[in-house]
């Protein structure tokens, strides 16, 4: 699935710097290596859920804007990034294409919601 949920929530930090307000990251220690290399002193904050991010079912890319991958508070704020600003396709708005890839291929079979019908069994919607 290319809209992803993250694990565990991000953390962002206190500083207002432009460069470096409202981005997320994924671990402390990526974020405490960020403020060591520009020099700069501010509180690491935790967001209260996971963030979403998009990755391109042909290449693997993710969605970034200035080499960053952007992390969205939503899936439908994730789909609506990916589409408006990234310019990125989806047929089916489970797989994701950025703008370099096709997204004209057939799906892969066996995708779809899996849905229990009765005692354990299912079916593939």
Not at 90 to 109: I, L, M, N, Q, V
């Amino acid at each position: 699935m290319t809209l992803s949920r993250m694990e565990s929530p991000c953390l962002t930090t206190t500083c207002t710097d432009e460069w470096l307000e409202g981005l997320h990251f994924d671990t402390a220690a990526k974020a405490l290596a960020v403020l060591a290399d520009a020099h700069i002193e501010a509180e690491l904050v935790a967001l209260e859920a996971p963030c979403w991010t998009v990755i391109c079912d042909g290449c693997g890319e993710e969605l970034e804007d200035d080499e960053i991958r952007l992390h969205l508070p939503s899936a439908p704020d994730a789909e609506t990034v990916a589409r408006e600003v990234g310019g990125w396709t989806s047929p089916d708005g489970r797989r994701w294409f950025c703008d370099g890839c096709s997204a004209d291929e057939e799906p892969p079979t066996g995708l779809g919601r899996f849905t229990a019908v009765m005692d354990g069994q299912g079916t593939l919607l």
